[in-house]
């Protein structure tokens, strides 16, 4: 049973591109979660999506920024005119639905350089 | 606002020694998870504890959940090289048949043959 998949795991942009993070999410898992890894910080809660709904997007700064989870496909975290601060690793985990104890499982993560 | 407190940051020891590490809150979890990241990887979990009081045992490593479920501590017996890497409690806040983890700042932990 493969685990949580993420694509690319590095990601080099320019400042002003646009930077497309994938993460397709553990067989049966329906819940996709996407956090973010500053360099010297903790990880920090961007975004909680199940199939083509944005539960929470309470961790996600307002502008630039927007995620989402299809029927078909993975979950897509896209960011827009990427600036230097966008630089970090972006870790996206998956759980199942009505799990008992709601375990996350996270992928390998995709580390955004900006230039 | 949910925040976790994770202490120490950085702990280095030799092989051998024992250790703890202290996950502290002012909120209440629906549960407690565990893990640990190596360099250039995720976050791999260890254990979930959910029951206020709750201890689990994976083999030198004892974790405690709290009565109060704010506070959980992770002891490493007989450290061995092998543990190096950065240990991360996460509190879960449940909604929408899913949730949220909010992740304490991480202890970096170094074990020295």
């Known amino acids: 049973n493969a685990g949580v998949m993420q694509n690319p795991r590095h990601l080099v942009r320019r400042r002003g591109q646009e930077a497309r993070l994938r993460c397709s999410p553990m067989k049966g898992h329906s819940h996709v979660y996407w956090y973010r890894q500053l360099p010297e910080e903790g990880l920090k809660f961007m975004v909680y999506?199940?199939?083509?709904?944005?539960?929470?997007e309470s961790g996600m700064p307002k502008e630039r920024f927007s995620a989402e989870f299809p029927k078909e496909g993975p979950s897509i975290l896209r960011i827009q005119q990427v600036v230097r601060g966008d630089s970090a690793a972006y870790f996206c985990?998956?759980?199942?639905?009505?799990?008992?104890?709601?375990?996350?499982?996270f992928g390998p993560g995709t580390r955004l350089t900006v230039l | 606002t949910q925040l976790l407190e994770q202490s120490p940051q950085f702990l280095s020891i030799q092989e051998g020694e024992n250790l703890t590490v202290y996950c502290n809150s002012s909120s209440v979890f629906s549960s407690l998870q565990w893990y640990r990241q190596e360099p250039g990887e995720g976050p791999v979990l260890l254990v979930t504890v959910v029951t206020g009081g709750e201890v689990k045992k994976l083999k030198r490593l004892t974790f405690q959940f709290g009565d109060a479920r704010k506070d959980s501590s992770l002891h490493i017996t007989a450290a061995q090289p092998g543990d190096t890497g950065l240990y991360l409690c996460?509190?879960?806040?449940?909604?929408?048949?899913?949730?949220?983890?909010?992740f304490g700042q991480g202890t970096e932990l170094s074990v020295k043959p």
């Open positions: 996460a509190g879960l806040l449940v909604y929408n048949q899913g949730g949220k983890l909010i």
């Open positions: 999506l199940q199939k083509e709904n944005i539960i929470d």
């Open positions: 985990a998956s759980s199942p639905p009505l799990a008992l104890y709601n375990e996350q499982f």
